[in-house]
């Protein structure tokens, strides 16, 4: 305590002294100050880790700017502080707000804003907007401009493109973080460095090798796309009395092979079957299709007939009412909501796999049958189809790997709302079981996983010193072999691994 203590005074006395006249001191937060718990919670989206025992930033800071970042990285390294950056706050793990030795959370909610240049198709995006705030912005200025990033509309760009993104375009124009033209950031001397001062090498890391292993990520210039002023939307539900399984088992052979245009994906939720007393689950084969219904319906009569499609099922919008539709906001709704920061929360654990060849009849049934228990209640299962471009983008043309020979893959999430380790205990118990049962049907050597739906069960540096060969074993399952390329830039851009985490890429020397 003592030590925490000194550390945390020291670099709080650091920060005012190097700052001069700036004003950083109004935008640091230590629990004596009233906002410490709201700004701490503010982006906190899993509540599994905002628990009394969940450990605390000595000091949180909200920078106003680049030169504010520079001190916080120099008063860290002198003061012995680990900096946690967040923009978000959606990491599944916690780990942009917990650390398990003294830190300071360095978040970038003021730095978030967005130029778009319509005549030129790019935006630049501070790191701490979310990606309501990015589409929005975008909306405002295009009809027919977008962006292939995430659904969920609170997630920060700064965790979200440094980790790959992805979003209902991305069969036709492949991820975020493949549509990043330039970068600023802030490395361990303090540097402030664009694409060309930065070099191919780190410019290469950034995009999809997690931001957090190389300096602090302040901005993104990124390449907009074109998209149609009518887009069509469906949602079609079955349940396994409705053929849900050989519909799906159908899916499987087709959805990496349609059209670019047309994205559906599968939700599988379990639920109450019409007769009283069972159970039942429930496939939610929910799409975008860039372009009208007129087109749509005869594409879906000739290469997916099974699943029964009719017009009322469709709903012709713009793109960006598409964003609303699938994060889940009524239809009417204000484009405003995108730009509300409040969240939902409720504690959840996830993983992720990628399935490379379709799974039997007989492996989703095993599949309903772990929806039958108890703790998998408020589970969901969420496939969603590759293909399309994501198969034509290289698997080293940024340290995302999972393009082509995957037909999708699958994120597997289980919440509950019930306080307690008992609670936590067996619906991550349930999920883990899960992914025990799915080993045959999903990669392997290694089981890949998706860094954005960050998932320490697969692996975890050690405390100190971290050998390559041990960070091997989460990272191949991240990265396959451009763990090797990540290594060798960290090597070069962090030698002493002051920007660490529990999966962090670790330098040679560790
Ligand atoms: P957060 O701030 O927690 O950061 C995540 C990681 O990046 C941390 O390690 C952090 O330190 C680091 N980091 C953050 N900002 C940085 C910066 N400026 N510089 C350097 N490092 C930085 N994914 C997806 O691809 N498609 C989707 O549709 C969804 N949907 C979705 C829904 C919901 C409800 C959640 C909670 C999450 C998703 N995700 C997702 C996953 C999401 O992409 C992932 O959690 C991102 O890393 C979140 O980015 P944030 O900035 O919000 O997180």
């Not at 319509?118 to 975008?138: C, D, K, M």
């Not at 405390?463 to 072999?481: D, L, P, Q, V």
């Amino acid at each position: 305590l003592a030590t925490s203590a000194h550390t945390h005074e020291n670099f709080l006395q650091c920060l005012i002294l190097h700052s001069g006249n700036d004003s950083i001191s109004k935008v640091i937060y230590t629990s004596s100050n009233s906002s410490y718990s709201f700004v701490l919670e503010s982006s906190i989206r899993n509540p599994r880790f905002s628990t009394p025992s969940t450990p605390k930033p000595l000091v949180i800071v909200t920078p106003l700017g680049v030169s504010q970042i520079q001190e916080i990285l120099s008063c860290a390294q002198k003061h012995g502080m680990q900096v946690r950056v967040r923009s978000g706050g959606h990491d599944y793990e916690g780990l942009s707000y917990v650390s398990p030795v003294p830190f300071v959370i360095l978040d970038m909610i003021n730095l978030r804003n967005i130029s778009v240049d319509v005549e030129n198709s790019f935006a630049w995006v501070q790191s701490g907007a979310t990606l309501g705030e990015l589409y929005y912005e975008i909306a405002e200025q295009s009809k027919t401009l977008g962006f292939p990033a995430g659904v969920c509309p609170t997630i920060g760009v700064g965790g979200h493109f440094s980790g790959g993104g992805y979003g209902t375009i991305l069969r036709k124009y492949g991820l975020a973080a493949d549509h990043v033209i330039d970068a600023h950031l802030i490395d361990v001397k303090g540097r402030f460095l664009d694409r060309k001062s930065m070099g191919e090498d780190l410019f290469w890391a950034i995009r999809g090798g997690g931001g957090a292993s190389f300096g602090v990520i302040v901005a993104w210039k990124i390449k907009l796309v074109p998209v149609p002023s009518t887009v069509t939307v469906f949602t079609v539900n079955k349940n396994l009395e409705q053929n849900a399984t050989k519909i799906l088992h159908r899916w499987q052979h087709v959805a990496d092979k349609f059209d670019k245009d047309l994205y559906i994906r599968v939700i599988l939720t379990g639920a109450n079957s019409s007769q009283e007393g069972k159970k039942t689950v429930q496939a939610a084969f929910n799409s975008l299709y860039l372009g009208g219904k007129d087109k749509l319906l005869p594409l879906m009569q000739e290469s997916f007939p099974e699943l029964g499609l009719v017009s009322e099922d469709c709903k012709e919008m713009s793109w960006i009412q598409s964003i609303l539709y699938f994060a889940g906001f009524p239809s009417g709704q204000s484009l405003d909501v995108l730009l509300n920061r409040t969240l939902t929360v409720i504690s959840y654990k996830a993983k992720s796999d990628y399935v490379k060849n379709p799974i039997p009849e007989s492996g989703l049934e095993g599949i309903w049958q772990r929806f039958y228990e108890k703790e998998a209640e408020s589970a969901v299962l969420i496939l969603t189809p590759y293909g399309g471009k994501m198969s034509e983008i290289s698997g080293s043309a940024i340290p995302f790997p999972h393009r082509a020979g995957n037909i999708y893959k699958i994120q597997y999430l289980v919440y509950w709302s019930e306080e307690g380790t008992a609670a936590t205990e067996s619906h991550v118990s349930w999920i883990r079981r899960l992914y025990t049962y799915m080993a045959p049907y999903v990669s392997k050597s290694p089981r890949e996983a998706y860094i954005n739906y960050r998932d320490l069960d697969i692996g975890t540096n050690n405390e100190g010193n971290t050998s390559y060969r041990h960070a091997s074993i989460w990272g191949t399952k991240y990265f396959k072999n451009n763990f090797k390329r990540l290594v060798h830039v960290k090597t070069v851009f962090d030698p002493t691994n002051f920007f660490r985490n529990e999966q962090s890429i670790p330098p040679l020397s560790w």
